[in-house]
Structures are given as structure tokens and as C-alpha cells.
């Protein structure tokens, strides 16, 4: 696998880990990230004559279901762990 693409066998390996009957969705725009369903797998020739795997999302007006979880869109490292407001700290007042 490089560093930049994952392969069809890599894709296969990865999901043989998850629940087969759990829905397949992807993730989009790390600046606003959004799911989306996936409706087709498309293999075709690139421009430089590779063949590549095209994974697509469905063109009816449900196949954007919202904005990615941030659960999510943490663990893809696309936004920081939240961190709840801390209260400001309470000093010490001693009588002078």
C-alpha cells in the first residue's frame, strides 16, 4: 500500500474486520465534514492508464445524510477532541 492510496486488497483486508451487515458510508471535506451513502463501486482506466476503483455516492437528494459525527471526525483526525470549559481555578485567600 503507499502512503497516499489504498488498494482494493487493502479496502477487502480493512473491512473483513467490520460487521458485515453494518451500511457503508463516506466521509467527505475535512473542513466541513459531512456522510454520504455510497450507491456505486465503478473500475475504470485513468488518465495515465491505471486502473482505478471508483467508490460513488448516490445521486438522489438522500444520499448526503448530514454532518459526520464528531466522534468521527476525530478519529480520522479531521477536528480536535472537544474538551469541555474548565472552571478558572480557585486561589488561596488568606487573611493579611
Known sequence: MSDTEITVQDLIELLSACKRDAPVRQAVNPFFPTE??????????D?????VVYLAEGRDEHSQLGVLPPKVA???AWQSP???????RRTARGSQ
Open 47 to 51: 488518465t495515465t492508464g491505471q486502473t
Open 82 to 88: 472537544v474538551q469541555p470549559p474548565r472552571r478558572p
Open 36 to 45: 454520504h451513502r455510497l450507491a456505486q463501486v465503478v473500475q475504470a482506466t
Open 74 to 76: 476525530v478519529e480520522l
